[in-house]
């Protein structure tokens, strides 16, 4: 025995320079383009409602890991970051701040740490905040400072509907879609971000240039994002080709509203996804479904919170029933 | 388009440090511990008593049984004692002690052994002779060579696969061992296809080898029932079933062998070991081993006796350098920590890896994030994170209902889990109960 300090575990001996905190990490980088866009378009507006949600959803992991269980604080790990961020992303600029606050409170302690904290929540943190103001404050939820105007005027009162709202609100009033289609913004403005609505879902190209980066980064894999948004364009194409005078065209439903930011951001958070490609098939299609359903037949102008979080509830009867296929499954071996 | 596996796997930093050294010829060790367990099945017999004088190459224990093989003495020398020593699976094993008389010790390395083509033995000697050698798997998994030879009369064999992957990192014991004994291998395999009447083989080569895929499509350019392969680095490519896979694309069934689509695997240094019995009838008493390591002076191939211990060779190339904080026989991904260096190198060493403290030091364990990717890496098509949860929890039924049996222990999981979970420690775990609960059963 030459040599007492050396250890012994079990193989492998050698670990690949994956870190949860570097994939945390990266989804806030890919945060970062839409942020700029909002910041560009809502001012001051927009920092102050993502950092009153960032610094409050880490103050309340905070307080409940050290007070209440007593446990270790982690809240460097970057989830609470993301988690603060996206909830800012879902809300109108020039949200009240206690709102913000109770949004918070809801995301971080009753979706994820009443679960059992980082990896046990069922649903998405962050759309369980929006869902609770949603449905405690409809009105201040759905009170969008219209764009352009608003950079000088921050916490004005001048408020528009986002283009889905506009939508349903003139199909109830039975105009038709040409008669609509003055009053919402083109096509190319909605791509860039000049349109109403939440503050992340502003600019669709610069939340697609994020989800690129984490489709690259290998964060994320393509088939949620690309999948719900198909699902979305085939649907609402069906649709639209039906009746083009009833329903708006799928170009509208994918650069309005929350998709592209719930197709790359939100539907592909790990914790409440599928964990197979195939179940991430499914789930994205039920996602997409969902979203149309809402958005065509129900109430709500937009529906993709909703259809994450419903989709949310199936994920752990996806993961039971979608397994990976077992190799040298179903073929009959002479031995056995 | 390189050929692969489709499914799973990983790309570690290869860290070959030693692909351009030659193999040297390690030292007699004065003493050596030959294990009588060094093969996967039944412990061979000890066939010799305390004092005895032993000759170089003489049966010292005998194949214990069917899945069982012979064991040579690796040196000349006196048996001094019958005793037992730890090896590398953590528990004692007998083992014979010889102390080498130094004189007679290098009558097998004196001989010249000149490439040999012709075979003069007919099948049923051939697997005899393979038999008496103490022929096993040198790939790692050391199984009886034999058993792989012996066919039943429904087995149809269309294909003879030859591993030269060598997919683990830091191992280059194939590697120099195909650069340096290319024309024998090529007669072991002709000797295996004229024992069990194969016309068609495969030579299965990563592509991080370029130098011995050029060599043997060089030697076999006449030869066209002799293919080569080259294969895209990735790991587990090594594993019999993913190579077969790769090359043949088609799918050993679980819990199946080879043998059920028509395919026997069979290691460059098994095929080498195999032509050296037939040809010159020398039995398995030494390998090529390779040890290395980030930090060791002068990393280096190797020919060793069996029974050398562990320690002379890392003396040999410099000592253990002082941050070290583990040493390990065979790869990182699948070989074993070793508690000391006094334990021996057996038939299925293929290389001894140094550790520094700072590669050796597992990181914190974190909650899973459900992330997938130990199931997007898993060669076998499981959910690691699931056998996990299941066999912490105690659940080792339904860990078997998630076919916990058919893991491979790649260790592709746990090199990849981005909260460094200890999954394929619980795995393993869970394993060794499942196994002994469907015994009880029995």
Redesign the interface.
């Known amino acids: 025995m030459n040599t007492p300090s050396i250890i012994i575990s079990g193989s492998p001996h050698i670990h690949s320079d994956r870190t949860s905190k570097k994939i945390m990490y990266d989804v806030v980088l890919a945060l970062i383009p839409a942020f700029l866009v909002s910041l560009y378009i809502f001012g001051i507006g927009a920092l102050i409602v993502t950092s009153v949600a960032v610094f409050s959803c880490l103050l309340f992991e905070y307080l409940i890991q050290k007070y209440l269980l007593k446990t270790e604080v982690t809240i460097s790990d970057g989830s609470a970051l993301i988690t603060g961020i996206l909830l800012a992303f879902n809300l109108p600029s020039g949200f009240p701040i206690w709102m913000i606050i109770v949004g918070s409170l809801v995301a971080i302690g009753i979706a994820k740490f009443s679960f059992g904290g980082l990896g046990f929540n069922i649903f998405n943190p962050a759309l369980v905040g929006r869902v609770f103001l949603l449905i405690s404050f409809p009105v201040q939820m759905t009170t969008w400072p219209t764009s352009i105007d608003n950079q000088t005027t921050i916490f004005d009162a001048v408020t528009g509907a986002t283009p889905l709202g506009i939508i349903k609100e003139g199909l109830m009033f039975g105009e038709t879609m040409t008669e609509i289609s003055t009053k919402i913004p083109s096509t190319l403005d909605m791509l860039l971000g000049i349109t109403g609505g939440s503050l992340g879902e502003m600019s669709s190209l610069a939340l697609i240039f994020g989800g690129l980066f984490l489709i690259l980064r290998k964060v994320v894999t393509w088939h949620i994002p690309v999948v719900m948004i198909l699902t979305i364009v085939v649907i609402t194409g069906i649709f639209w080709r039906i009746d083009p005078q009833q329903y708006a065209n799928p170009l509208i439903h994918i650069l309005s509203g929350g998709a592209i930011l719930g197709a790359f951001f939100m539907a592909t958070d790990l914790v409440t996804s599928p964990m197979t490609k195939k179940g991430m098939v499914i789930f994205a299609v039920g996602i997409g479904l969902i979203t149309v359903v809402i958005r065509l037949f129900g109430a709500y102008p937009e529906g993709v919170s909703f259809a994450i979080i419903i989709m949310n509830a199936f994920v752990p009867l996806i993961n039971k029933y979608f397994k990976p296929r077992r190799f040298g499954a179903k073929i009959k071996s002479k031995i056995i | 388009m390189l050929k692969t596996f489709p499914?799973g796997g990983?790309h570690?930093?290869e860290n070959k440090l030693t692909s351009a050294k030659a193999i040297k010829k390690m030292p007699v060790p004065k003493v050596v511990y030959v294990p009588i367990s060094q093969h996967i099945g039944i412990p061979s017999i000890i066939v010799v008593e305390r004092k005895n004088k032993v000759a170089i190459g003489q049966v010292i224990a005998k194949s214990g049984g069917y899945v069982s093989s012979n064991i040579h003495s690796p040196v000349a020398g006196t048996v001094t004692k019958l005793d037992k020593i730890i090896d590398s699976s953590?528990y004692k094993k007998q083992c014979i002690v010889i102390r080498t008389d130094a004189k007679n010790s290098s009558n097998f390395d004196e001989i010249k052994f000149p490439l040999k083509e012709e075979i003069l033995l007919t099948p049923s000697e051939i697997l005899q002779q393979i038999t008496k050698c103490g022929i096993v798997g040198l790939g790692g998994a050391t199984f009886p060579s034999h058993v792989k030879l012996i066919l039943k009369e429904?087995n149809k064999i269309d294909f003879l696969i030859i591993n030269g992957v060598e997919c683990e990192?830091y191992l280059t014991a194939d590697h120099r061992l195909m650069l340096e004994k290319a024309d024998e291998i090529i007669v072991g395999i002709k000797i295996l296809m004229f024992a069990l009447h194969i016309k068609k083989v495969v030579i299965g080569i990563e592509n991080n080898k370029k130098d011995a895929i050029a060599l043997f499509k060089k030697l076999l350019k006449n030869e066209d029932r002799i293919k080569i392969a080259a294969l895209k680095v990735k790991y587990p490519q090594g594993s019999e079933?993913q190579l077969v896979?790769a090359i043949l694309k088609r799918?050993?069934?679980?819990?199946?062998?080879p043998?059920?689509v028509g395919v026997i695997v069979h290691n460059v240094g098994t095929v080498f070991a195999i032509y050296e019995a037939i040809q010159y009838n020398k039995p398995l008493i030494e390998r090529v081993v390779t040890v290395t390591g980030k930090k060791l002076k002068n990393p280096s191939n190797y020919w060793v006796k069996i029974g050398t211990p562990i320690?002379d060779l890392i003396e040999e190339v410099g000592g253990?350098p002082e941050e070290?904080?583990?040493?390990?026989n065979?790869g990182?991904?699948?070989?074993?920590?070793?508690?000391?260096?006094?334990m021996p190198v057996t038939k299925g060493t293929s290389g001894i890896?140094v550790?520094s403290k700072e590669?050796?030091s597992?990181?914190e364990v974190?909650?899973?994030?459900?992330?997938?990717?130990c199931?997007f890496v898993?060669?076998?098509?499981?959910?690691p994170?699931l056998l996990m949860n299941l066999c912490e929890r105690g659940m080792y039924k339904r860990a078997s209902i998630e076919?916990i049996m058919?893991c491979i222990?790649c260790?592709?999981c746990?090199?990849?889990?981005?909260?460094?979970r200890?999954l394929?420690?619980y795995i393993?775990f869970g394993k060794n109960i499942a196994r002994k609960l469907e015994t009880v059963k029995n």
């Not at chain 2, 799918?251 to 062998?257: A, C, F, Q, S």
């Not at chain 2, 070290?324 to 390990?328: A, F, G, L, N, P």
């Not at chain 2, 898993?378 to 959910?383: A, R, T, V």
């Open positions: 499914k990983v570690p930093h953590g429904d990192p079933k896979k799918e050993v069934p679980k819990n199946g062998l043998l059920d320690k253990v070290t904080r583990k040493i390990v065979g990182p991904m699948m070989g074993k920590a070793i508690k000391n260096t006094d890896l550790i590669e050796a597992r990181k974190e909650n899973c994030i459900r992330c997938g990717e199931i898993c060669p076998m098509g499981l959910e994170f076919d058919t222990e260790g592709s746990s090199y990849v889990c981005p909260s460094n200890p394929l420690d393993r």
